[in-house]
C-alpha cells in the first residue's frame, strides 16, 4: 500500500479542519499554562502581590515593604518535604496530558493529511481516547489545585489571601478545548 498526500486543504473536511486549529490553540495555552510560574497568587492588603507559583517553581518577594520588588525564584524538588504527594500528582498528570495531546496532534495530523489513513477509524478513536482522557486529567487537576491552593502557601501572612492566575486559566481552558476537540472528531466521523 502506497500513502499519498493531500493535493489540496479542499479534501480535508472543514469539521476536521476546525478541530484541528482548535487542538493547535490548546497545545498553546496547555504548554503556556505548564511551563509559567504563575497558577497562583499570594496577596495582602499592605503589600499587594508577595508571591507567585505555578507547577514547577515558586517566586517570592524578598523586598517586602521596600520601593520595588524583589522577586526571586526557586524550583520545586520532589524529594522537599513540604512538596505534597498532590502537588506532585498535579505536575504528572498535566505532563502526561500534554504528551497525550501532542500525540493526538500527529495523528490528527496523519488522519487528516494522508488520504490513505482515512480510511483507518482507529486513528480517529485513538485520538478522540487520549483527548478525552488528556481533557479529564487537566480539568480533575486543576480543581484540586484550585480547591487546595492555599495549602501550597509558602508564607503565613496575616490577611493574606491565595488567587488563581493566568496560567491556571489557561491550564483550564487547555483541559476544556480538549473535550470540545473530541467531540467534533466524534461528530466529524460520522459525517464522513
Known amino acids: 500500500m502506497s500513502v499519498k498526500g493531500v493535493d489540496s486543504l479542499d479534501d480535508i473536511p472543514w469539521i ?13 495555552f496547555h ?20 508571591e507567585f507559583a505555578g507547577l514547577w517553581e515558586k517566586c517570592a518577594d524578598l523586598n517586602l515593604g521596600g520601593d520595588e520588588p524583589d522577586f526571586k525564584c526557586q524550583g520545586f524538588v ?23 495531546m501532542l500525540v493526538v496532534c500527529v495523528l ?14 482507529t486513528l480517529r478513536y485513538l485520538s478522540v481516547f487520549l483527548l478525552f482522557l488528556a481533557g479529564i486529567f487537566i480539568v480533575t487537576t486543576c480543581i484540586v489545585f484550585g480547591s487546595l491552593k492555599d ?5 503565613t501572612m496575616p490577611n493574606s489571601s491565595v488567587k488563581l492566575s493566568w496560567s491556571f486559566v489557561l491550564a483550564l481552558l487547555a483541559g476544556i478545548m480538549d473535550f470540545v476537540v473530541g467531540i467534533i472528531f466524534i461528530i466529524g466521523g460520522e459525517r464522513e
Open 151 to 155: 495549602v501550597q502557601k509558602a508564607r
Open 16 to 28: 476536521f479542519r476546525v478541530g484541528f486549529i482548535i487542538l493547535l490553540v490548546a497545545c498553546l
Open 108 to 121: 490528527a495530523a496523519m488522519y487528516m493529511f494522508v488520504p490513505d489513513l482515512r480510511g483507518y477509524p
Open 31 to 50: 504548554v503556556i499554562g505548564l511551563g509559567s510560574a504563575h497558577w497562583a497568587l499570594t496577596e495582602t492588603a499592605e503589600y499587594g502581590t508577595v
Open 78 to 100: 520532589w524529594e522537599d518535604v513540604q512538596v505534597s504527594h498532590w502537588f506532585r500528582t498535579i505536575q504528572t498528570m498535566q505532563a502526561m496530558s500534554f504528551i497525550g
